[in-house]
């Protein structure tokens, strides 16, 4: 029996908010730009570790995977990277996939417009003609807060990700490495009150920056930065962490320390930005982990690395428990998949029975 005039009528407002639901661009209340790690506070943290964990365990079975996939397949992405990238790129690549979102890219400079001269700005403009996100990586720093500040002056602005600009910062590594702390410390009461190491190129590396500022939101922490003087953190950095007392040390000297850390989160040398073979005075030897330094490690400490590495963590550790750093890989994965749910506001949809 076709339905009532009247009743065709009182369906159409919800379906008119569903479509709107489903077709405007996410509130900006919520999240929408990524670009820098200042402005994350604890309970979004939070809310994105649960969801990362919930993500996670749904993709878990067919059913779950396949409820993931359907959440987002209206949206597209851009991934533009035109800076070197494996992890942030698959991760990301991948994440959009897992939420069945289709994607576009770029990676090498010399196929898009910019070769003829086109602005960098008419180039993110005309990205976001043609998609619902624009994630970003760059070899100069601020080129994401760029793009955000364009969008926030168009028509039609999307969100966009910072997944690294230059030696600056590299936000969503961050969060999957809060997320791999907060994981890993679980049996411990998580984050607060922990004795966190920085090691390597801390100068010029923009991971252990980024990370340095989320510190902020958890209690009690105190950082050690172990690096040659040469690669030691900026002062832009530590002034952050003085502003937020944010308690750190400083050492050359690694062993002195390991006792003394929870978890201990090792970089490698950037030598990309090396202007006169500045890394190859680093005897890093002293800047390594491997059989002897793991003695000196608490039994139930961590070791981090953001990777690629190089010879700072011999491989021969990657069977030791406390070797995090191909699940922290991994992590990256789940933590770009909670990141996008939030953008677009899709947590809600997200059910599975409480943690
Ligand atoms: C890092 C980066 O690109 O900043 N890698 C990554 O994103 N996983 C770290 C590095 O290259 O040393």
């Given at each position: 029996m076709p339905a009532a005039p009247t009743d065709r009528h009182e369906v159409t407002p919800i379906a008119t908010e569903r479509l709107s639901e489903t077709l405007v661009m996410p509130a900006r209340?919520?999240?929408?730009?990524?670009?820098?790690?200042?402005?994350?506070?604890?309970?979004?943290?939070?809310?994105?570790?649960?969801?990362?964990?919930?993500?996670?365990?749904?993709?878990?079975?067919?059913?779950?995977?396949?409820?993931?996939?359907?959440?987002?397949?209206?949206?597209?992405?851009?991934?533009?990277?035109?800076?070197?990238?494996?992890?942030?790129?698959?991760?990301?690549?991948?994440?959009?996939?897992?939420?069945?979102?289709?994607?576009?890219?770029?990676?090498?400079?010399?196929?898009?417009?910019?070769?003829?001269?086109?602005?960098?700005?008419?180039?993110?403009?005309?990205?976001?003609?043609?998609?619902?996100?624009?994630?970003?990586?760059?070899?100069?720093?601020?080129?994401?807060?760029?793009?955000?500040?364009?969008?926030?002056?168009?028509?039609?602005?999307?969100?966009?990700?910072?997944?690294?600009?230059?030696?600056?910062?590299?936000?969503?590594?961050?969060?999957?490495?809060?997320?791999?702390?907060?994981?890993?410390?679980?049996?411990?009461?998580?984050?607060d009150g922990k004795v966190i190491g920085m090691m390597g190129d801390l100068k010029r590396g923009r991971t252990v920056r980024s990370l340095c500022y989320l510190m902020k939101n958890y209690k009690g922490v105190k950082l050690v930065f172990i690096a040659p003087d040469q690669f030691a953190m900026e002062p832009d950095v530590k002034a952050y962490l003085d502003q937020h007392r944010i308690p750190y040390t400083e050492t050359t000297d690694l062993a002195s320390v390991l006792p003394s850390l929870d978890a201990v989160y090792v970089t490698r040398m950037q030598t990309e930005w090396d202007t006169a073979g500045e890394s190859r005075a680093v005897d890093l030897t002293r800047f390594s982990i491997g059989e002897r330094e793991l003695k000196l490690l608490k039994r139930d400490a961590i070791v981090m690395h953001p990777l690629p590495r190089g010879p700072e963590i011999d491989p021969v550790i990657d069977q030791d428990p406390r070797a995090m750093y191909w699940r922290q890989e991994r992590n990256g994965m789940w933590m770009r998949v909670a990141v996008l749910i939030k953008i677009f506001g899709a947590e809600p949809r997200i059910t599975l029975p409480d943690l």
């Open positions: 209340s919520s999240l929408f730009h990524v670009i820098d790690p200042r402005v994350f506070e604890r309970s979004l943290l939070d809310e994105l570790c649960d969801l990362a964990t919930r993500v996670r365990l749904l993709a878990k079975t067919d059913a779950g995977a396949r409820t993931l996939h359907d959440l987002l397949p209206t949206r597209r992405a851009m991934l533009y990277f035109t800076q070197p990238s494996t992890r942030t790129f698959l991760s990301f690549s991948n994440a959009c996939h897992i939420l069945g979102m289709r994607t576009s890219e770029i990676r090498d400079p010399s196929t898009s417009s910019e070769v003829k001269g086109e602005s960098f700005e008419d180039s993110i403009r005309t990205f976001s003609s043609y998609v619902d996100v624009i994630v970003m990586r760059t070899k100069e720093s601020g080129r994401a807060a760029q793009a955000a500040k364009l969008m926030n002056t168009i028509p039609r602005p999307v969100p966009v990700i910072n997944a690294g600009s230059g030696s600056d910062q590299h936000p969503t590594q961050a969060l999957l490495d809060i997320y791999t702390l907060d994981r890993s410390f679980e049996p411990q009461g998580g984050i």
